[in-house]
């Protein structure tokens, strides 16, 4: 069962990667529903539907970075969820922050797979 969890994560991982190449697509998706959002007379038929599937493969990523608060890595697991309000405002208004935190995600969950089949430091007794 452990495995099939560390077997997600890494299909988390591929999403992230996935929107990192995709990263200029997503941010003018954004900005293009933005705008349909602020006109008050928007068809939701209209939203395109690669924002529906953004969305989805968001929250397929964040259910499995939940589950992961259950593991033994769950420090990880809380940055990787949790990020601080003044990252998302910047993100949102820079695209070279959004790549930078895609980045962050990715090697943290690349941490998170290496750390749990070959390193194996135990980060809660370091840490207390």
């Known amino acids: 069962m452990e495995h099939l969890f560390y077997f997600l994560v890494l299909i988390c991982l591929i999403i992230q990667v996935i929107f990192l190449i995709k990263k200029r697509y997503v941010w003018k998706l954004f900005k293009t529903v933005g705008e349909m959002i602020k006109n008050k007379n928007t068809d939701p038929k209209k939203i395109p539907k690669s924002f529906y599937i953004y969305g989805i493969l968001n929250i397929i990523c964040a ?58 430091i135990d980060i809660i007794n370091i840490i207390f």
Not at 73 to 92: D, G, H
Not at 106 to 112: G, M, Q, T, V
């Open 63 to 120: 259910i499995i970075l939940s589950v992961g608060l259950f593991s033994s890595q769950y420090i990880w697991f809380l940055i990787l969820l949790f990020p601080s309000p003044l990252t998302t405002k910047i993100r949102k208004k820079y695209l070279s922050a959004s790549y930078i935190k895609t980045i962050i995600n990715i090697s943290i969950l690349i941490f998170i797979l290496v750390n749990k089949y070959f390193l194996h």
